[in-house]
């Protein structure tokens, strides 16, 4: 079975800071991670998402994240927070094969001025 | 290029009305899923199709609530009767699967917020 854990409810950050936000799986099998931002009042939109090759992946809104097989992480990263940055944030994963998609309880950023 | 259209937005009614929600996914994806979202249990699925076929419906709380996908462009969930515990967003998700579309991503419409007085 899969399980995402995003051990962070809810992130208070000040404007032009940088934030981590973790995400942790578990999972017997390859599965391929995504991270999804969802603004107020709209549905989740997707950031990035990691499928091979470089460990390191760059989305939209300058964020990026890095896949730790051996940590079995895949942790979003930005360098400096704007307040449009305020929004959930949702971890996923999903086997090779297979249809579900497996999400984690969220990420709450506020970014402070 | 269109997203996945859900509607109505929102939906204002009484316990016991029945409710319908609908969704059109991206047009060329075989697999659409709906949601639930609440502050106290998060982001639940409910069900989901496969080439209008339905997969897994495990997550559907109980008879109150059925769902459907009579083409590959429509689905409705319907709930009879409602009731105050419905309440919730629920969204539908669609995505392209098949052997060479593994790690497709799911695209979100942007919900219908519920409200059952």
């Known amino acids: 079975a899969q399980s995402v854990t995003q051990l962070d409810s809810q992130v208070p950050v000040f404007e032009e800071a940088p934030v981590e936000l973790r995400c942790n799986y578990s999972s017997s099998v390859s599965v391929y991670l995504f991270w999804y931002v969802q603004y107020p009042n709209q549905g989740l939109q997707l950031l990035l998402k990691y499928l091979s090759g470089s460990t390191l992946v760059k989305g939209i809104n300058g964020f990026e994240a890095e896949f730790n097989k051996s940590q079995t992480s895949f942790h979003l990263r930005k360098p400096s927070v704007h307040i449009s940055d305020t929004a959930e944030y949702f971890c996923?994963?999903?086997?090779?094969?297979?249809?579900?998609?497996?999400f984690g309880t969220g990420t709450s950023l506020t970014v402070i001025p | 290029d269109a997203g996945v259209i859900q509607s109505p937005r929102h939906e204002v009614t009484e316990m016991g009305q029945e409710v319908t929600l609908r969704c059109k996914p991206i047009?060329?994806?075989?697999?659409l899923f709906w949601y639930r979202q609440t502050m106290m249990r998060g982001l639940e699925l409910l069900i989901y199709f496969n080439n209008n076929v339905p997969i897994d419906d495990s997550g559907m709380p109980e008879d109150r609530f059925s769902a459907k996908m009579p083409n590959a462009s429509f689905s409705t969930l319907k709930i009879q009767p409602s009731e105050p515990r419905d309440s919730a967003v629920y969204f539908c998700?669609?995505?392209?699967?098949?052997?060479?579309?593994?790690?497709?991503?799911?695209?979100f419409g942007d919900g219908t917020r519920l409200s059952i007085l």
């Open positions: 047009s060329g994806h075989n697999s």
């Open positions: 998700a669609s995505t392209v699967e098949g052997w060479d579309y593994s790690n497709q991503p799911q695209h």
């Open positions: 996923a994963v999903k086997r090779y094969t297979g249809n579900q998609f497996y």
